[in-house]
Nanobody, 128 residues
Framework: QVQLVESGGKEVQAGGSLRLSCVASGYSGSDYCMGWFRQAPGKEREAVAAYSSDGTTSYVDSVKGRFTISKDNALNTLYLEMKDLKPEDTAMYYC??????????????????????WGKGTLVTVSS
C-alpha cells in the first residue's frame, strides 16, 4: 500500500508561484507512475502532469510551460512547481500513484483511470 500526503497549497495572487509536495510512504520501490490531478469547484477531476518510472514527464496543454513535475527519489517526494498562476488554476490538487504501473503519460488510460492510490489533496486558490 502506498500512502500519499500532499502539502504546499495556499492562496496566491495571479501571476504568482507555488510548489506542491507529495510525500509517498508504505512502498519500498521508487520507480512507478505518479502524477498530479486537480478538481475545481463544480468541475470534474482532470489530469495535470505525469511522472513516468523512466523519469519522463508529460503535461496537459493548459499547464504546459508553466508547471513542472519532478521527483526526489531519496525523499520519496513528488513535486509540482507552478508558475504564472491563473485564477483558472484554482482547485484541489491531488497526488496519485500506483506501483503496478511503470511508464505512463498524462494521456494514458492507466494514468487517467487506473491509479489506485490517492492523497487527500491540497487547496490552491489563485485570486485575480
Amino acid at each position: 500500500q502506498v500512502q500519499l500526503v500532499e502539502s504546499g497549497g495556499k492562496e496566491v495572487q495571479a501571476g504568482g508561484s507555488l510548489r506542491l509536495s507529495c510525500v509517498a510512504s508504505g512502498y519500498s520501490g521508487s520507480d512507478y507512475c505518479m502524477g498530479w490531478f486537480r478538481q475545481a469547484p463544480g468541475k470534474e477531476r482532470e489530469a495535470v502532469a505525469a511522472y513516468s518510472s523512466d523519469g519522463t514527464t508529460s503535461y496537459v496543454d493548459s499547464v504546459k510551460g508553466r508547471f513542472t513535475i519532478s521527483k526526489d527519489n531519496a525523499l520519496n517526494t513528488l513535486y509540482l512547481e507552478m508558475k504564472d498562476l491563473k485564477p483558472e488554476d484554482t482547485a484541489m490538487y491531488y497526488c496519485a500513484a500506483d506501483p503496478a504501473y511503470g511508464r505512463c503519460t498524462v494521456w494514458a488510460p492507466i494514468f487517467l483511470y487506473k491509479l489506485d492510490y490517492w492523497g487527500k489533496g491540497t487547496l490552491v486558490t489563485v485570486s485575480s
